[in-house]
């Protein structure tokens, strides 16, 4: 079994910053894959940005340049850094992790969320 611990949500103004972070522990071979989405109320769950082992990434369109997804891959933590952040960007992030199993394979694991609220 994986766990998945965020911090670093809260509240901020408009154009300020916030970086989340999530560290992962537990038994697995390996990570390939560390990432965070987002869900407003009443709408979908989003990728908003994911990283891979080669340090590849993927970003939502809307996040692109303002937000910056890194990984400590000795301590199996990753990081969200949120700058510009505008209104919209209010959601939960939920930390995802994509572990390597030597039975099962590979398992995508999720954090609790924590919760992003930027005021106008």
């Known amino acids: 079994q994986v766990q998945l611990v965020e911090s670093g949500g809260g509240l901020v103004q408009a154009g300020g910053s916030l970086r989340l972070s999530c560290a992962a522990s537990?038994?697995?071979?390996?990570?390939?894959?560390m990432g965070w989405y987002r869900q407003a109320p009443g709408n979908q769950r989003k990728l908003v940005a994911k990283?891979?082992?080669?340090?590849?990434?993927n970003y939502l369109a809307s996040v692109k340049g303002r937000f910056t997804i890194s990984r400590d891959n000795a301590k199996n933590t990753v990081y969200l850094q949120m700058n510009s952040l505008m209104p919209e960007d209010t959601a939960v992030y939920y930390c995802?992790?994509?572990?390597?199993?030597?039975?099962?394979?590979?398992?995508?694991?999720w954090g609790q969320g924590t919760q992003v609220t930027v005021s106008s």
């Open positions: 537990g038994s697995f071979l390996s990570i390939t894959a």
């Open positions: 990283i891979f082992n080669r340090n590849s990434t």
């Open positions: 995802i992790a994509d572990v390597t199993h030597s039975v099962i394979g590979v398992k995508k694991y």
